[in-house]
């Protein structure tokens, strides 16, 4: 009932005040792009795209890892101000900061070779019932961000999600890959021999991306990576060491 009577007072607020921060709720400068100053120096940064890629490559086997690469801007945590920020692109119908969080997450990822060559841009897509509950897909959002810094394609409807399946949270990795395996399906000819890069909110065991990939390599696709704005990996949170 709390976070009921909280979504309330954040959508008032947001509806006489639209120029709140997303993250914690003060008022934000117009030059402050998305969220406030205080909140973006706090956001956690992810570690580089090799590094979560090795953290993958410990919990698949070779067979099993159809992602060739995989890069976050930050790390999840809980009561944090990423958590803040992902629950606005997701839950409170933040879709420009959505999209203005792909364009910085495209930028970020400039910097790495593995993510120079790209031909496609796809969004994780929701199933249609979710998509109707929510309104909007944050992933689509994303991906347009992302499309435009690196000026590349986006293909929102390349994949299309055919099960509705259950929450993740509460599932082990190998739960997670059963739970989601056979979820997702091609929608179009033109991802065959396609460099492509998926975009989605945020990564766990990277279970959903990886079933995505999975599909794309079996339509033929020629490879397939992906970016997302917070990693969650308890693995690659336990390496940080921090
Ligand atoms: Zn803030």
């Avoid at 739960?175 to 033109?190: E, G, H, Y």
């Avoid at 079933?211 to 992906?226: E, F, H, K, T, Y």
Wanted: one cysteine or more; a negative charge; proline letters at 5%.
């Amino acid at each position: 009932m709390i976070s009921y009577l909280k979504a309330i007072k954040h959508d008032i607020l947001h509806l006489i005040a639209p120029s709140l921060c997303p993250a914690c709720d003060e008022p934000i400068d117009p030059a402050e792009r998305g969220i406030c100053e205080a909140c973006r120096v706090s956001l956690l940064a992810a570690p580089y795209p090799e590094e979560i890629y090795e953290t993958l490559l410990e919990e698949y086997t070779a067979e099993e890892l159809a992602l060739e690469a995989i890069g976050s801007l930050y790390t999840f945590e809980q009561d944090s101000p990423v958590q803040q920020l992902i629950h606005a692109i997701k839950y409170k119908g933040c879709y420009p900061l959505a999209e203005e969080m792909g364009v910085e997450l495209g930028l970020a990822l400039k910097a790495f070779v593995e993510f120079s060559q790209i031909d496609l841009v796809l969004p994780v897509p929701l199933h249609r019932a979710k998509l109707r509950e929510r309104g909007y897909n944050q992933a689509e959002f994303i991906a347009r961000g992302f499309s435009r810094a690196h000026n590349i394609e986006l293909m929102s409807n390349g994949l299309k999600r055919i099960r509705h399946t259950r929450s993740q949270t509460q599932l082990s990795a190998q739960q997670r890959a059963v739970n989601i395996s056979n979820a997702f399906t091609v929608t179009v000819k033109d991802t065959a021999g396609a460099k492509i890069l998926l975009c989605d909110d945020v990564f766990t065991t990277g279970a959903t991306l990886n079933a995505c990939a999975d599909v794309l390599l079996n339509a033929g696709a020629q490879s397939v990576i992906a970016a997302t704005i917070a990693q969650d990996n308890p693995n690659t949170n336990v390496r940080r060491g921090t």
